[in-house]
């Protein structure tokens, strides 16, 4: 096989899919569970449990807790931890307005 030809199946291939990095699935499973209403509101996410869970280090389980506070799922508290985030009868209300602002246009 020549390097032309070569060059030409390879660039047949298709791309490989990003590779997700071990906080991102770990926020991902954490994220399955909060949704899927496994780990209630209120409920404290400690890193040394969840570390151990998952068999990741405790560094790891921080970043993923801080993607998940970045997309409003979980609360941190300095000195108090990370609890899955309670939503306030305002905050639904203001979903809801949002939905029925959004929803027609769709």
Same mark, same amino acid.
């Given at each position: 096989?020549? *390097? *032309? #030809?070569?060059?030409?199946? &390879?660039? $047949? &291939?298709? %791309?490989?899919?990003?590779?997700? *990095?071990?906080? #991102?699935?770990?926020?991902?499973? /954490?994220?399955?569970?909060?949704?899927?209403? +496994? /780990?209630?509101?209120?409920t404290? &996410?400690? #890193? $040394? +449990? =969840? *570390?151990a @869970?998952? @068999?990741?280090?405790?560094?790891?389980?921080?970043? %993923?807790?801080?993607?998940? %506070? +970045?997309?409003?799922?979980?609360?941190?508290?300095?000195?108090?931890? =990370?609890?899955?985030?309670?939503?306030? %009868?305002? #905050?639904?209300?203001?979903?809801?307005?949002?939905?029925?602002? =959004?929803?027609?246009?769709?």
């Amino acid at each position: 096989m020549t *390097s *032309s #030809e070569l060059a030409h199946a &390879l660039a $047949e &291939l298709p %791309a490989l899919p990003p590779r997700a *990095s071990t906080a #991102e699935q770990a926020a991902q499973m /954490l994220r399955t569970q909060i949704t899927q209403g +496994h /780990l209630l509101p209120g409920t404290k &996410l400690r #890193e $040394e +449990h =969840v *570390s151990a @869970a998952l @068999a990741i280090s405790r560094n790891t389980v921080r970043e %993923a807790f801080q993607l998940l %506070a +970045h997309e409003r799922l979980v609360d941190h508290t300095p000195n108090r931890g =990370v609890h899955v985030r309670t939503v306030t %009868a305002d #905050e639904i209300r203001a979903m809801y307005a949002t939905r029925r602002l =959004v929803q027609p246009l769709a």
